[in-house]
């Protein structure tokens, strides 16, 4: 009998008979050439094969795999025998390619996920070779944020390592980027105050080359600023917002040259400001405020004007005087059409924003978010985020709620010690960040939850579970968060907090984020956010020079097992089919259920994008990154409907992205570039492209994603000058 085998990289271990079934199972399933008992037929003559031939010696798997083809072609299934033999090479060409790369896989990656951390995340030499492993990388990181514990440090570092292995959470990056190192910065955005003085401004402007040198990005709320042209001390005419944001833009590309990591701004304009037109359309000119997203600040009062077509008065900050009144339906028009057209400006709902906030009366409103909008931050607040991969909760088709339970009150107290573990390149900085102690557990994985559930993306019942996971999270952190406020203390704004009023400890402000997740959900292997899969196969270019295809692995499991008896077609063939459009809708002979569940980004209606966003934000205490996908063909009217609907249902912000609006794509369909094909466009870090997140994706990394080199920023765009790639992020 046969007891052990060895792995290729010398290991020795149990051998596993069924192991072999399943292989040879999954390979007679996708040609439909046999099912389940011709597999474990054919699977014992291996075994017997083996015994025979061994002895007592131990066998390796690639002898293992011989004998596979041999018994597959002497039963004649030669399709079968074929594939499984193409399927040995792609997996040896993957072998070979982590080779070159210099980097050991220890805790079973994809290649996509592994050249991704290793060229993100892992520590490298100064020659620029990679010295760390993904598990050395997760342990680095939970050794540094477990160090704050007073008790049991080993324990809790033994935990947060193994859900990071598990894949089941995963810190923003910046945790991989700072944790251990001489920076020790585990936070990648803030919010700095901009005042109505020279002083003020410019104090501002060396604040964020601090924050970018670090690696950080900036938002801003410039609605403090006098307008452009009024009366400034000494008798001469103020600049107003829009031209010190090129102060700030200014900055940013100067750091960019210096810097490893690029800055990225949000600037934020009151609806009521006398400047706003010109900071509507401050973005159209080429090069212009290039390193910035830009969003409307819009109050409950503002849109009400605008459903009700009503007048708007736009007020001087300096005095409150009524500088002029415009039509409040005229002024959104305008911020709708340029959205159409370029997908910025988004819109900040001001009142939306602090409605849940529980400093409000204490510490008043808050008037900026991070680049990405996904968290409200006071002056000199840090994001502090980590997601839960939603995908690795699913158990025989039902949510795992016990394990997600246990996974998200670790991730509570992971980030809470995140606070206490990081450094920061500013004292106001620290000083906010232990103040009010907020984190953002959010989530990602979401499309492919649904997937496993069988659950369409565009249905009641998929928004109806998005409410349920998403309090179950918020219910569970929060009571996390009272749990270490008993063990650790409440934080310091504590006191005159909604929270003190309701007699309810808590060690965070606010503790649940719905964050991009962009290279994340890479190294993950999940769809990023809780937006829909970006297509089921299609090629990523970030990845190869020639661009690597990757599918969907829930698809191609549902597909395979569908399409077993072989009647309905080969899955190769309709793979063939998916990898030109990234959609299965179009293509015959697949079971309808398949088409209902397994619909990607453009197979769904924008309202679908709204209402998806508003079911999560309602159980998030901070608030949602989400882009609304539109195709090409839509109107400026259906984006003026879903930024309305967007702040009737109590979204806090708006993203949105019609198709074919930018020209520059890093993920396509093999078929993207026909005329009549649609054009699926999509961040860096695989999500669908949102201008106002594209600048922060671009500039997370100062290498080309292709090739390594340095790459060159010039006009909003980056261009690498050794390979030829090149990305616009306005």
Same mark, same amino acid.
């Given at each position: 009998?046969?007891?052990?085998?060895?792995?290729?990289?010398?290991?020795?271990?149990?051998?596993?008979?069924?192991?072999?079934?399943?292989? +040879?199972?999954?390979?007679?399933?996708?040609?439909?050439?046999?099912?389940?008992?011709?597999?474990?037929?054919?699977?014992? +003559?291996?075994?017997?094969?083996?015994?025979?031939?061994?002895?007592?010696?131990?066998?390796?798997?690639?002898?293992?795999?011989?004998?596979?083809?041999?018994?597959?072609?002497?039963?004649?299934?030669?399709?079968?025998?074929?594939?499984? +033999?193409?399927?040995?090479?792609?997996?040896?060409?993957?072998?070979?390619?982590?080779?070159?790369?210099?980097?050991?896989?220890?805790?079973?990656?994809?290649?996509?996920?592994?050249?991704?951390?290793?060229?993100?995340?892992?520590?490298?030499?100064?020659?620029?070779?990679?010295?760390?492993?993904?598990?050395?990388?997760?342990?680095?990181?939970?050794?540094?944020?477990?160090?704050?514990?007073?008790?049991?440090?080993?324990?809790?570092?033994? !935990?947060?390592?193994?859900?990071?292995?598990?894949?089941?959470?995963?810190?923003?990056?910046?945790?991989?980027?700072?944790?251990?190192?001489?920076?020790?910065?585990?936070?990648?955005?803030?919010?700095?105050?901009?005042?109505?003085?020279?002083?003020?401004?410019?104090?501002?402007?060396?604040?964020?080359?601090?924050?970018?040198?670090?690696?950080?990005?900036?938002?801003?709320?410039?609605?403090?600023?006098?307008?452009?042209?009024?009366?400034?001390?000494?008798?001469?005419?103020?600049?107003?917002?829009?031209?010190?944001?090129?102060?700030?833009?200014?900055?940013?590309?100067?750091?960019?040259?210096?810097?490893?990591?690029?800055?990225?701004?949000?600037?934020?304009?009151?609806?009521?400001?006398?400047?706003?037109?010109?900071?509507?359309?401050?973005?159209?000119?080429?090069?212009?405020?290039?390193?910035?997203?830009?969003?409307?600040?819009?109050?409950?009062?503002?849109?009400?004007?605008?459903?009700?077509?009503?007048?708007?008065?736009?007020?001087?900050?300096?005095?409150?005087?009524?500088?002029?009144?415009?039509?409040?339906?005229?002024?959104?028009?305008?911020?709708?059409?340029?959205?159409?057209?370029?997908?910025?400006?988004?819109?900040?709902?001001?009142?939306?924003?602090?409605?849940?906030?529980?400093?409000?009366?204490?510490?008043?409103?808050?008037?900026?978010?991070?680049?990405?909008?996904?968290?409200?931050?006071?002056?000199?607040?840090?994001?502090?985020?980590?997601?839960?991969?939603?995908?690795?909760?699913?158990?025989?088709?039902?949510?795992?709620?016990?394990?997600?339970?246990?996974?998200?009150?670790?991730?509570?107290?992971?980030?809470?010690?995140?606070?206490?573990?990081?450094?920061?390149?500013?004292?106001? +900085?620290?000083?906010?960040?232990?103040?009010?102690?907020?984190?953002?557990?959010?989530?990602?994985?979401?499309?492919?939850?649904?997937?496993?559930?069988?659950?369409?993306?565009?249905?009641?019942?998929?928004?109806?579970?998005?409410?349920?996971?998403?309090?179950?999270?918020?219910?569970?952190?929060?009571?996390?968060?009272?749990?270490?406020?008993?063990?650790?203390?409440?934080?310091?704004?504590?006191?005159?907090?909604?929270?003190?009023?309701?007699?309810?400890?808590?060690?965070?402000?606010?503790?649940?984020?719905?964050?991009?997740?962009?290279?994340?959900?890479?190294?993950?292997?999940?769809?990023?956010?809780?937006?829909?899969?970006?297509?089921?196969?299609?090629?990523?270019?970030?990845?190869?020079?020639?661009?690597?295809?990757?599918?969907?692995?829930?698809?191609?499991?549902?597909?395979?097992?569908?399409?077993?008896?072989?009647?309905?077609? !080969?899955?190769?063939?309709?793979?063939?089919e998916v990898v030109e459009t990234g959609s299965v809708q179009g293509v015959a002979g697949v079971p309808r259920w398949?088409?209902?569940?397994?619909?990607?980004?453009?197979?769904?209606?924008?309202?679908?994008?709204?209402?998806?966003?508003?079911?999560?934000?309602?159980?998030?205490?901070?608030?949602?990154?989400?882009?609304?996908?539109?195709?090409?063909?839509?109107?400026?009217?259906?984006?003026?409907?879903?930024?309305?609907?967007?702040?009737?249902?109590?979204?806090?912000?708006?993203?949105?992205?019609?198709?074919?609006?930018?020209?520059?794509?890093?993920?396509?369909?093999?078929?993207?570039?026909?005329?009549?094909?649609?054009?699926?466009?999509?961040?860096?870090?695989?999500?669908?492209?949102?201008?106002?997140?594209?600048?922060?994706?671009?500039?997370?990394?100062?290498?080309?994603?292709?090739?390594?080199?340095?790459?060159?920023?010039?006009?909003?765009?980056?261009?690498?000058?050794?390979?030829?790639?090149?990305?616009?992020?306005?």
């Amino acid at each position: 009998m046969i007891k052990q085998i060895k792995k290729r990289d010398g290991r020795v271990v149990a051998f596993e008979p069924e192991k072999i079934v399943r292989v +040879i199972l999954l390979a007679g399933k996708a040609t439909g050439e046999f099912g389940k008992k011709e597999a474990k037929r054919l699977a014992g +003559i291996v075994v017997a094969i083996l015994e025979k031939g061994n002895g007592k010696h131990i066998p390796n798997v690639e002898q293992v795999q011989d004998i596979v083809e041999q018994v597959l072609m002497a039963a004649g299934h030669y399709t079968t025998a074929k594939a499984f +033999i193409l399927y040995r090479e792609r997996r040896a060409k993957e072998r070979v390619a982590r080779q070159v790369m210099g980097v050991s896989d220890d805790v079973g990656m994809s290649m996509n996920a592994l050249k991704v951390i290793a060229r993100r995340y892992l520590l490298k030499d100064e020659e620029g070779r990679v010295i760390e492993t993904p598990k050395s990388a997760f342990k680095r990181v939970a050794l540094a944020v477990a160090a704050v514990e007073k008790r049991h440090k080993k324990e809790w570092r033994e !935990k947060f390592e193994g859900m990071m292995v598990a894949k089941e959470f995963m810190p923003a990056g910046c945790y991989f980027r700072g944790a251990g190192t001489k920076s020790g910065m585990l936070s990648n955005c803030f919010v700095l105050p901009v005042e109505d003085s020279i002083e003020d401004i410019f104090e501002a402007v060396k604040w964020t080359a601090q924050i970018h040198a670090a690696g950080g990005g900036t938002g801003y709320n410039f609605s403090r600023l006098r307008p452009k042209g009024d009366k400034i001390g000494g008798g001469g005419l103020a600049s107003g917002p829009v031209n010190f944001m090129r102060a700030f833009d200014a900055e940013t590309s100067i750091v960019m040259q210096g810097g490893t990591h690029r800055g990225a701004n949000m600037g934020i304009l009151n609806a009521n400001h006398p400047d706003i037109t010109e900071f509507i359309t401050c973005k159209t000119q080429e090069g212009e405020i290039s390193n910035f997203n830009i969003s409307v600040g819009a109050s409950d009062k503002f849109m009400e004007a605008v459903t009700r077509d009503k007048q708007w008065n736009l007020v001087n900050p300096r005095d409150g005087r009524i500088v002029m009144t415009v039509a409040a339906k005229k002024l959104f028009d305008q911020v709708v059409q340029l959205a159409w057209k370029t997908g910025d400006p988004g819109m900040i709902f001001l009142d939306n924003l602090n409605k849940d906030n529980p400093l409000l009366k204490s510490q008043g409103s808050i008037e900026s978010t991070n680049v990405c909008g996904e968290v409200p931050l006071y002056p000199f607040e840090p994001c502090n985020l980590g997601s839960i991969n939603l995908a690795r909760f699913v158990r025989d088709e039902v949510v795992d709620w016990k394990r997600l339970e246990a996974v998200t009150r670790l991730a509570v107290r992971f980030l809470d010690d995140g606070v206490d573990a990081s450094k920061f390149p500013l004292k106001q +900085i620290t000083q906010a960040a232990r103040d009010n102690r907020r984190i953002g557990v959010g989530v990602m994985g979401w499309a492919e939850m649904l997937y496993q559930l069988k659950l369409r993306y565009d249905s009641d019942e998929a928004v109806k579970l998005a409410r349920k996971v998403m309090g179950f999270i918020q219910r569970v952190s929060h009571e996390e968060s009272g749990k270490l406020a008993r063990e650790k203390g409440v934080f310091p704004n504590w006191k005159g907090s909604e929270f003190e009023k309701q007699s309810k400890k808590m060690r965070n402000v606010a503790v649940t984020t719905i964050a991009p997740t962009g290279t994340i959900s890479m190294v993950a292997d999940c769809s990023s956010g809780i937006e829909p899969v970006f297509a089921l196969s299609y090629v990523k270019n970030v990845v190869d020079e020639a661009g690597l295809t990757y599918t969907n692995p829930y698809f191609e499991r549902a597909l395979t097992e569908s399409l077993s008896n072989g009647k309905r077609g !080969k899955v190769g063939e309709v793979l063939r089919e998916v990898v030109e459009t990234g959609s299965v809708q179009g293509v015959a002979g697949v079971p309808r259920w398949i088409k209902e569940v397994f619909r990607v980004a453009y197979n769904i209606a924008p309202e679908w994008h709204v209402q998806m966003q508003a079911a999560f934000q309602e159980f998030t205490d901070n608030a949602v990154s989400k882009t609304i996908n539109f195709p090409v063909n839509a109107s400026v009217e259906d984006i003026e409907r879903a930024y309305i609907l967007a702040w009737k249902l109590g979204c806090k912000g708006i993203t949105v992205y019609r198709d074919q609006s930018k020209a520059v794509q890093i993920l396509s369909t093999k078929k993207s570039e026909t005329k009549d094909k649609t054009v699926i466009q999509s961040k860096l870090q695989l999500e669908p492209l949102s201008a106002r997140a594209a600048t922060a994706n671009v500039q997370e990394t100062g290498e080309c994603p292709e090739c390594g080199a340095k790459l060159t920023f010039s006009e909003g765009c980056v261009t690498c000058n050794s390979c030829g790639y090149s990305h616009c992020a306005v």
